[in-house]
T-cell receptor, first 111, second 117 residues
Framework: DSGVTQTPKHLITATGQRVTLRCSPRSGDLSVYWYQQSLDQGLQFLIQYYNGEERAKGNILERFSAQQFPDLHSELNLSSLELGDSALYFC??????????FGEGSRLTVL | AQKVTQAQTEISVVEKEDVTLDCVYETRDTTYYLFWYKQPPSGELVFLIRRNSFDEQNEISGRYSWNFQKSTSSFNFTITASQVVDSAVYFCALRGNYGGSQGNLIFGKGTKLSVKP
């Protein structure tokens, strides 16, 4: 158990819909990362937040957005969903010495 | 640019065989970190090892060992006497001290290891 909690574990929705994935980092960790794992693109960095502020952006689509709240949990919002958005979405929190600890992921299926 | 290449897409071995997973990386950073993660069929990413660029000592942990060679930009992972429970996808990853994304990991495409009884 990494200490990072992600909900929901599985989500099935239709094209055009919007979903929100939630992540609670390990106690004491200030930084949260979101990654997308798809069959064709592999594991790709989406976005990073540190203590509520956006720190770095990767290959995140404009239809996707994220935020980190004062209690440090983070949400990844995916809108206007397309079939190609079906993937496993990971959240990771970063310890003070720089290690990334990954949650179990949220598996999104877009039908 | 930073890049991690895992040339082996899939490997299949019989239990008790030794197997080496290759990882080659590219980076312009002088300080960087290399990682291996395991992703079993259940899907979670399990951290196995971190190695920094100044430490080229090989490491052994039980049946696992890692060979880091800066001269060839490689960080290979060997499983000795493989077991069925080792079946998983293994990812090599790189993190540099670059810009605002110091913690961001660049992953290879992964190597799927199947260990047959």
């Amino acid at each position: 158990d990494s200490g990072v909690t992600q909900t929901p574990k599985h989500l099935i929705t239709a094209t055009g819909q919007r979903v929100t994935l939630r992540c609670s980092p390990r106690s004491g960790d200030l930084s949260v990362y979101w990654y997308q794992q798809s069959l064709d693109q592999g594991l790709q960095f989406l976005i990073q937040y540190y203590n509520g502020e956006e720190r770095a952006k990767g290959n995140i689509l404009e239809r996707f957005s994220a935020q980190q709240f004062p209690d440090l949990h983070s949400e990844l919002n995916l809108s206007s969903l397309e079939l190609g958005d079906s993937a496993l979405y990971f959240c990771a929190s970063q310890s003070r010495d720089g290690e990334l600890f990954f949650g179990e992921g949220s598996r999104l299926t877009v039908l | 640019a930073q890049k991690v290449t895992q040339a082996q897409t899939e490997i299949s071995v019989v239990e008790k065989e030794d197997v080496t997973l290759d990882c080659v990386y590219e980076t312009r950073d002088t300080t960087y970190y290399l990682f291996w993660y395991k992703q079993p069929p259940s899907g979670e990413l399990v951290f196995l090892i971190r190695r920094n660029s100044f430490d080229e000592q090989n490491e052994i942990s039980g049946r696992y060992s890692w060979n880091f060679q800066k001269s060839t930009s490689s960080f290979n992972f060997t499983i000795t006497a493989s077991q069925v429970v080792d079946s998983a996808v293994y990812f090599c990853a790189l993190r540099g001290n670059y810009g605002g994304s110091q913690g961001n990991l660049i992953f290879g495409k992964g190597t799927k290891l199947s260990v047959k009884p």
